[in-house]
């Protein structure tokens, strides 16, 4: 990138900005040239001659021309281009959230339309959800968002794509309210939810590993706890596209100037399969799910057949899954409707078996047979 190039970058940068990346990265400021700018120097380095000026904004007259001799220095200095030294300023006080699609069709750096609408679109709902359970734990959020979340999602921006398989990063700069100086001396509600995002991630990763051993939705009732929801499954399914046919990732990289304090991996991939198993803990999060090849116990507590027809439902309060409670429709026919009113008049329990649907105000067994009514003698 040429001189004239760079020049366009320079209005975003600040002076604060660039005394905190200094810092950050080993530079100690040795004093005031004049009123012009600060001159910076790195005591532990071998170079004796390694030294920039900083001009101070308004003062210098010829501020960008002396702006971009420093970012040339530190270019060479760090053996990167000014272009990758300018991103790392503009960074440094904020968390990045980088999403990654990963299949052959975006490889050239672009992507259907459609889906490069709904990329952006699950991704400020990603950041969403982990900014409303960084407050509260819910299975799923609706209604309203608190104060402090609008002032978060406020705060975001998007930054530019990369080509790469097609990368987009939201960029969450920390509060200012929280942040009044460097260093900082307590985390800020943008790191908060960063934290909270990638707990979640980590959460949902181990969730799906351990459903693809045991195939049971209730493996994902811890990750809760680590701040998942239904509104994040939601988001990670959209982010895979319109066909769910793309992998991804997520890639998170916390600001430097608010210490990590804990050990948790921040780069998580989601594969096609995954992509099916998170729709799935979506659902179940939501109490609409299915329960396949279930074995259903308990009482009938209600029947309704129309008049002259042979088939009626039959509804049997009955434990799924170990522990929810549920009144069960089960449609019957001929004997077994039969048998069920005898159970019904006897107060005796039935069984039968099928695949649950759950959902947040009934369940119904699907394809249900083996229907049986337990005497009582059977039961001891």
């Known amino acids: 990138m040429t001189r004239s190039e760079l020049r366009s970058y320079l209005p975003a940068l600040e002076g604060p900005q660039l005394q905190r990346y200094l810092i950050t990265n080993g530079w100690v400021n040795d004093g005031h040239l004049g009123n012009v700018a600060t001159i910076w120097h790195r005591p532990d380095d071998k170079i004796s001659d390694a030294e920039l000026l ?64 709904l990329l952006n679109e699950k991704a400020q ?3 969403t959800s982990a900014a409303l359970s960084a407050l509260s734990r819910r299975r799923h959020f609706r209604g309203m968002r608190s104060p402090e979340t609008n002032a978060y999602l406020g705060r975001l921006r998007l930054g530019q794509t990369q080509v790469g398989s097609y990368v987009i990063n939201v960029i969450a700069p920390l509060s200012t309210q929280d942040t009044p100086q460097y260093p900082l001396e307590k985390r800020s509600f943008s790191r908060l939810v960063t934290n909270n995002l990638a707990h979640a991630l980590k959460a949902l990763h181990e969730g799906i590993m351990r ?113 929810a409670v549920k009144n069960v429709s089960v449609e019957l026919t001929g004997s077994n409707y039969l048998d069920a009113i005898h159970a019904h008049e006897s107060k005796l329990l039935v069984e039968c078996r099928g695949d649950v649907h759950v959902s947040p105000r009934a369940a119904r067994l699907l394809n249900p047979s083996g229907f049986r009514v337990f005497r009582n003698e059977e039961l001891f």
């Open 54 to 117: 900083l001009p101070a904004r308004g003062i210098a007259r010829d501020y960008d021309d002396r702006l971009l001799d420093l970012l040339a220095t530190l270019a060479q200095f760090e053996s990167r281009e000014p272009v990758a030294v300018v991103t790392s300023i503009t960074n440094l006080s904020v968390d990045l959230i980088s999403i990654q699609v990963i299949h052959p069709d975006v490889e050239g750096g672009s992507i259907p339309l459609e889906d490069g609408v």
């Open 125 to 127: 709902d990603l950041v």
């Open 211 to 323: 459903y693809n051993e045991a195939s049971d939705l209730s493996v994902f009732d811890s990750a809760i706890e680590s701040g998942a929801s239904a509104n994040m499954c939601d988001a990670l399914v959209g982010l895979s596209g319109t066909n769910h046919s793309r992998a991804f990732s997520v890639l998170i990289s916390p600001s430097p100037l608010e210490p990590i304090t804990e050990e948790i991996p921040f780069h998580y991939k989601f594969d096609v399969k995954s992509i099916a198993v998170m729709e799935q803990a979506a659902n179940y999060f939501k109490d609409n799910y299915i329960l396949h090849d279930q074995v259903i116990q308990g009482y009938v507590k209600r029947l309704d057949r129309a008049p002259g027809q042979e088939t009626g439902m039959v509804s049997i309060t009955a434990m799924l899954a170990g522990e």
